[in-house]
């Protein structure tokens, strides 16, 4: 790629990855290559073998169809997704991940296609990654215009082709424009009657393998006294139990100090707690999978963080952790006192 065409194609505007909702799909024209630009991966002439050439996915389709989610269902999965990136720099992109070393594996890009030249980019980058035997797959988005119609008029906000012009001239625009793409497309998704959750759904089906998406947990203990987290999805209470700040051999330690722990769970309530509260969460966690909700934050709370909310807060992560389930133990309030 010469000088010329890089510093045309970074001063190329940022698209919006189209949301379900269309709230936030509002790309602009992409600038244009001189025609005859000439994209090469170059991993042939770095000796990168086939085996360290990341996979591919393409990520495209009319604006408001779900785009956006469907890119970040792969993200959750564990692919490295890069929005909008221009068509001729792929190859580029592909590049980078086979010098890796292995740590990006997979590759999703997200591409919107509106331009002749910009589409005879990515049609020479899809052909000179066919020679350089890289595995790729594009999934297209589509969806009925009265989908899209409804959309956008929800969201009070323009088609971005449809210029002077009505939203179902700006949709007919762009299905002419996209229809080579659509009838090249290995996957194609029809979201007309889709919500989030059954989109993220197909894209699991599709792409999460035997593998079940991975549901990831941050289980934070915080002092009531200093406010409750603003990021919580669950949040629990731990001022039923005595408080060993009234101990004065516990006082100066903390929930993560053995003799602390042991006197919490000591106490009435603490060990029926810790084994209902796991149970309600095995629940809760077996619905966030299905509804395609990846992460969620339990907080544990006490007065003042630092010793009956740190002790379940240990507890309850291994139980989590012994079941499969990726936990992180945050103390937000310990130390504070």
């Not at 991966?41 to 785009?67: C, F, N, Q, W």
């Not at 591409?111 to 049609?123: E, K, T």
């Not at 966690?285 to 010793?307: L, M, N, P, S």
Request: net charge negative; with cysteine; hydrophobic share 40%.
């Amino acid at each position: 790629m010469t000088e010329h065409d890089r510093s045309t194609e970074e001063r190329s505007t940022q698209d919006q990855a189209a949301h379900m909702d269309a709230g936030e799909d509002q790309p602009r024209q992409p600038a244009g290559q001189e025609d005859g630009a000439q994209v090469s991966t170059g991993i042939e002439a770095a000796g990168v073998p086939d085996t360290a050439i990341p996979e591919l996915v393409i990520i495209s389709g009319m604006s408001g169809a779900g785009r956006s989610t469907a890119a970040k269902c792969l993200e959750d999965l564990g692919w490295f997704v890069v929005d909008n990136l221009p068509p001729a720099l792929i190859p580029t992109m592909v590049e980078l991940g086979a010098r890796s070393q292995g740590n990006v594996a997979r590759i999703a890009v997200v591409v919107d296609v509106r331009g002749g030249r910009f589409f005879d980019n990515l049609r020479e980058s899809l052909a000179d990654l066919e020679a350089k035997n890289v595995t790729r797959r594009i999934v297209f988005l589509e969806s009925s215009d009265e989908a899209l119609v409804r959309r956008f008029e929800s969201v009070r906000r323009p088609h971005p082709l449809q210029g002077d012009g009505r939203i179902v001239d700006g949709i007919a625009a762009e299905r002419e424009l996209l229809r080579e793409l659509r009838g090249d497309a290995d996957l194609v998704i029809d979201t007309s009657s889709l919500n989030v959750h059954e989109l993220r759904a197909k894209m699991d089906a599709q792409f999460a393998g035997e593998e079940k998406p991975e549901l990831r947990a941050t289980v934070m203990s915080f002092g009531f006294k200093y406010g409750l987290p603003v990021d919580a999805d669950l949040v629990a209470d731990m001022r039923f139990l005595p408080n060993p700040h009234w101990v004065p051999e516990l006082r100066p330690y903390t929930g993560l100090n053995e003799e602390v722990a042991t006197y919490v769970f000591n106490q009435p309530g603490a060990k029926e707690f810790l084994d209902r509260y796991s149970e309600l969460l095995r629940l809760i966690a077996a619905g966030y999978r299905r509804e395609g909700k990846r992460y969620v934050t339990i907080a544990i709370g006490c007065t003042g963080g630092k010793h009956r909310s740190v002790a379940m807060s240990e507890r309850l992560a291994a139980r989590l952790a012994a079941e499969g389930v990726e936990t992180v133990v945050v103390h937000r309030d310990m130390g504070r006192e």
